[in-house]
């Protein structure tokens, strides 16, 4: 039974730093290009990091120079390290395992983002 299990959301001040992780667990970790998407309320779910097998990485326009995401294929973990936040980075946000060039993929539940003051 495959697993994502995204941890580390909650509230943070404009200008702080959240460090989101996802724990896979039934699924051959390695072999999957691993992604970070966000929800935020009345919008659509929207690309934020991709991290491919090879490590290739690629940021949504407004999350790049300020998140960084990255993998631990060891520990079966994706991060995603989110600097400088601002109050329109609140959102849900969703891990994503993709077996690129097959139609397998998988989701986590969701963890929360919420930058206020």
């Known amino acids: 039974q495959v697993q994502l299990v995204e941890s580390g959301g909650g509230l943070v001040q404009p200008g702080g730093s959240l460090r989101l992780s996802c724990a896979a667990s039934?699924?051959?970790?390695?072999?999957?290009?691993m992604g970070w998407y966000r929800q935020a309320p009345g919008k659509q779910r929207e690309l934020v990091a991709v991290?491919?097998?090879?490590?290739?990485?690629h940021y949504a326009g407004t999350v790049k120079g300020r998140f960084t995401i990255s993998r631990d294929n060891v520990k079966n973990t994706v991060y995603l390290q989110m600097n400088s936040l601002k109050p329109e980075d609140t959102a849900v946000y969703y891990c994503?395992?993709?077996?690129?060039?097959?139609?397998?993929?998988?989701w986590g539940q969701g963890t929360q983002v919420t930058v206020s003051s």
């Open positions: 039934g699924v051959a970790f390695s072999i999957y290009d």
């Open positions: 991290i491919s097998s090879g490590d290739t990485t």
């Open positions: 994503n395992a993709d077996r690129v060039g097959t139609n397998i993929e998988y």
